[in-house]
């Protein structure tokens, strides 16, 4: 076990969620800002659940930059491995908002700026979990770094970790996305997946044993497919499958970021090597709790890890 128990790699990225619920980007009048990308949900709930975390990352020379810093430092992620890029913006998102999946706009310059000099051995002979996203695989520099540190990270004993939350229009092609995914999937990570990125990914509906045969044949031990309101379906090869409820949410306040909540939840219970079915409870939990608020989790997340 590292001192380090996530260090999460990828993009940070400020969010611009539509304040009218329910209506697309082209009907929404009025945004509010604030800060997003996967891997930076997850490494900010992860410090407010009390884990070290470290977030590498790129940002713009500009108040944006500021802004990210300033909020990660107020949850206390560690932001020395974020680099500062000259003459490329922060990059900026705009998203509807919505109780399912979000519509979204994305404006690219500085996120993907990720390079190999950000991230040595010495940070990850320290950590525990190695977790990215299929954003921040979508485009290189990052993708070659993410892929390269992840295969060393491995060696080095490292539990690796994926979102793969694919969006068609991040990638060159699906072609090329899926040789990335399986290129990650080689290092055995835990792999969280939803219904609705594996419809985009595969362009069809499949079966979820067939999408967890995917994964599993890419060398993948366990896949966690959640289903929204339908809970999720946990994989773990040669072990069958495990299926847990959602907890029910009278009132969907937003659904950007449920995901990451969710997965925050699981790697959470996953570092303190609690069995895998409290693994999703916890998840499950956390995923309840950010459908309830706009933005991020609220401030008493901490209680989660009282629970365990």
């Not at 790699?9 to 329910?22: A, C, W």
């Not at 040595?120 to 979508?138: Q, R, V, W």
């Not at 068609?168 to 080689?186: D, R």
């Not at 991020?296 to 890890?305: A, F, G, K, M, Q």
Request: hydrophobic content about 40%; glycine content about 8%.
């Amino acid at each position: 076990m590292g001192s380090i128990d996530i260090l999460c790699i990828g993009e940070v990225l400020v969010d611009f969620i539509g304040h009218q619920p329910g209506v697309n980007i082209n009907e929404t009048r009025d945004y509010h800002r604030y800060l997003g990308g996967s891997p930076t949900n997850v490494a900010m709930n992860s410090a407010r659940l009390g884990l070290k975390s470290v977030l590498v990352a790129t940002v713009g020379n500009d108040a944006f930059g500021d802004y990210v810093f300033k909020r990660l430092a107020e949850v206390g992620v560690e932001t020395k491995y974020i680099k500062v890029v000259e003459a490329k913006p922060t990059s900026v998102i705009f998203v509807s908002r919505t109780e399912n999946t979000p519509d979204f706009i994305p404006f690219r310059e500085a996120d993907y700026r990720i390079t190999e000099d950000q991230i040595n051995k010495g940070l990850l002979e320290n950590t525990t979990i190695f977790h990215t996203t299929c954003f921040a695989l979508s485009k290189d520099p990052a993708q070659t770094t993410i892929l390269k540190k992840a295969e060393e990270a491995y060696h080095l004993g490292c539990k690796l970790s994926i979102d793969v939350n694919y969006a068609k229009k991040l990638w060159n092609s699906q072609a090329v996305a899926l040789e990335v995914i399986k290129a990650y999937c080689k290092f055995d990570p835990l792999v969280k997946i939803s219904e609705d990125d594996m419809l985009r990914l595969f362009e069809k509906k499949l079966p979820h044993d067939e999408i967890f045969t995917f994964f599993h044949e890419a060398g993948v031990g366990t896949v966690c497919l959640t289903l929204g309101s339908l809970g999720v379906k946990l994989s773990q090869k040669g072990k069958g499958v495990v299926q847990l409820p959602a907890i029910k949410v009278d009132n969907v306040m937003d659904a950007t970021g449920a995901g990451d909540a969710f997965w925050s939840g699981f790697l959470f219970a996953y570092i303190k090597e609690k069995p895998i079915e409290k693994c999703l409870k916890v998840a499950l939990q956390l995923a309840a709790l950010k459908l309830q608020n706009v933005g991020r989790l609220p401030d008493n997340i901490n209680i989660i890890s009282k629970l365990l």
